[in-house]
């Protein structure tokens, strides 16, 4: 699977961008998507992600303002992000594995990444 991310970019606090990861090379149908960021000086962390039947799962730090989505006739996978705030600043990694549940708890065991899109969000 090759996945590439778009989106990214410069924001104000308080301010909404839509992140978007196009899939190609298998079925999207048949994985989990999900979404990882790595912010400066900092390890990488779970954002979200959506299972192949649209069950979701979210970081404490994200829920109720970040809303993934997929469109699996477009093969893309969807973060978008509202009331962001500067420590939401970081380089946005897409992810996808076929299994969906505590193994994206740690970006460690998925196997498929894209090559990141950053996001800058000003105070």
């Known amino acids: 699977v090759q996945l590439v991310e778009s989106g990214g970019g410069l924001v104000q606090a308080g301010g909404s961008l839509r992140l978007a990861c196009e899939a190609s090379?298998?079925?999207?149908?048949?994985?989990?998507l999900g979404w990882f960021r790595q912010g400066p000086g900092e390890e990488g962390e779970f954002v979200a992600v959506?299972?192949?039947?649209?069950?979701?799962m979210y970081a404490n730090l994200v829920k109720g303002r970040f809303t993934i989505s997929r469109d699996d006739a477009k093969n893309t996978v969807y973060l978008q992000m509202n009331s962001l705030k500067p420590e939401d600043t970081a380089v946005y990694f897409c992810?996808?594995?076929?299994?969906?549940?505590?193994?994206?708890?740690?970006?460690?065991?998925?196997?498929?990444w894209g090559k990141g899109t950053l996001v800058t969000v000003s105070s």
């Open positions: 959506i299972g192949w039947s649209g069950g979701t």
């Open positions: 992810a996808a594995d076929t299994a969906y549940g505590t193994n994206w708890r740690y970006s460690d065991g998925i196997p498929y």
């Open positions: 090379g298998r079925t999207l149908s048949d994985y989990a």
